[in-house]
Every structure is written in structure tokens, then in C-alpha cells.
């Protein structure tokens, strides 16, 4: 049975946009019916996007580890567009391999920066109009938040802080803002295939079927969802 979602009143603003999960999910929210608008560090010609085209979606170039292009982004969005009211964090990134007592703390910092920072930032910004629409955030953490593991702790607890965040952003705005994350493990993509290539790729999640899980958390029938860490990793 398929599934379908209205977003057509909507504004939606994706972080990460040119990534394999960031696009999907502005794809997904486009063929919705959404005002699709979609960020990220990268210019959208440069070749470690996979954006096809940017046609439909307005994009904003700008580093959200940065706080003023965080807000000039966010107030050009509802500037533009009237309105704010849903929240994509997808910005993130993975990178391990190394024990604690060998991580250099520029690795640390990245990791915190990208994948925690951005998230705050534009939650931060994004809340005084979420909270006029009454709107909805979601963001990504991982499965590995749940727990320390060898080689990629930075990365967990980057991640972990995600999840704390958005379990505070919904207690602080609880009637009014809804904000949930999404617990993936490996995703399909055409990067982690490269990094990988002897994994077993059928128990990878498709972008596309994670993508779905964020339309019903920013949509109507998730009215009662808030705080909530969502597994969306398969079998993987």
C-alpha cells in the first residue's frame, strides 16, 4: 500500500541538500507539493553534489557551522517565501578508524561542527517561525549514538548530541513545535558502495525509503510524535 503525503501550503528548508539523503528528501517533499528550499556548503555545480538540477528547489549556498550565514539563510527563506514550517537537519558527515588516544582533535572538532553544530544552528534560527507556523523538525542522529563503540567515538557522540538536542528542543517547545530524529545505520549511497564494495548492499536502507519516515514525522498524522528517536535502519 502506498503511501502519500500534501505538503503543498508547506515551506521545507533541507540542510545538506547536495547529498544523497539531503536530495532525496527535497525530491520527496518537492513531488509532495512543498516549497522546496534547500542549503549546503557546496556550490550546486561543484562535483561532490548529487543534485542533478537545482531546479526545484531554491537553493542557498552557505556554511552552517557559521552562525550569521545560518540566519542570513534562514531570514532570506521566510523572506522569500512568507513562512517556515518544517526543518530538515541532514547536514552531517562520518569519518573514524582511530582510538580515542590517537584522534587528532581536528577530527573532533569536524565531526561536532558538521554534524551537531549545523543542527543547533539552524534549529536555533529556525524556531521563533516554526513556533508562528507551529511546525516541525527533523533531524538526523545514528544508530551507533546508542552506544560507545571502537574507532568512531567522536562520530557517536556527535551524533548522540543530536538526539539530546532534539529530545530538549521538543520538551521547550512541547504543544507548539514538534522535533524528532531519525536513526539510521549505513545508507545506500553511491559513497558509502565506494567504501564498502564487499558489504552486503541489499540490507542498506534506500535514501528514498528514509525519506519517507521524515514526511510522516513533519506531517499531520505525526500530531503526536514529539522527542522521539526513530530506527530507520533496516536490516542493516
Keep these: 500500500m502506498g503511501v ?4 503543498s501550503d508547506d515551506v ?24 522546496v528550499c534547500g542549503a549546503d556548503v557546496v556550490d550546486p555545480d561543484d562535483d561532490d553534489t548529487v543534485l542533478a538540477s537545482t531546479d526545484f528547489l531554491d537553493y542557498y ?27 530538515c ?6 569519518k573514524g578508524g582511530d582510538p580515542i588516544h590517537e584522534t587528532e582533535v581536528g577530527t573532533f572538532d569536524m565531526l561536532f561542527d558538521v554534524n551537531l553544530k549545523t543542527m543547533f544552528l539552524a534549529s536555533k534560527h529556525a524556531l521563533p517561525h516554526l513556533q508562528d507556523s507551529e511546525g516541525a523538525i527533523v533531524s538526523v542522529s545514528a544508530r551507533s549514538s546508542m552506544e560507545g563503540g571502537e574507532g568512531d567515538g567522536p562520530y557517536r557522540a556527535s551524533k548522540a548530541g543530536v538526539r539530546l538536542l532534539t529530545e530538549t528542543i521538543a520538551a521547550e517547545n512541547e504543544g507548539t513545535v514538534r522535533a524528532n530524529a531519525v536513526m539510521p545505520s549505513v545508507i545506500d549511497t553511491p559513497a558509502n558502495r565506494e567504501m564498502m564494495p564487499d558489504a552486503d548492499h541489499e540490507t542498506w536502507v534506500d535514501p528514498s525509503e528514509i525519506a519517507d519516515v521524515v514526511h510522516f514525522l513533519c506531517s499531520d498524522a505525526a500530531t503526536v510524535t514529539s522527542g522521539a528517536a526513530v530506527p530507520v535502519y533496516g536490516e542493516a
Design 61 to 87: 549556498q552557505g556554511d552552517f557551522t557559521a552562525e550569521a550565514d545560518v540566519a542570513e539563510t534562514v531570514d532570506a527563506i521566510v523572506e522569500n517565501h512568507g513562512r517556515l514550517d518544517a526543518l
Design 12 to 35: 521545507v528548508l533541507v540542510t545538506g541538500v547536495a547529498g544523497a539523503l539531503g536530495s532525496s528528501i527535497a525530491r520527496a517533499f518537492d513531488d509532495a507539493g512543498a516549497t
Design 89 to 94: 537537519n541532514i547536514a552531517g558527515t562520518w
Design 4 to 7: 502519500t503525503f500534501d505538503f
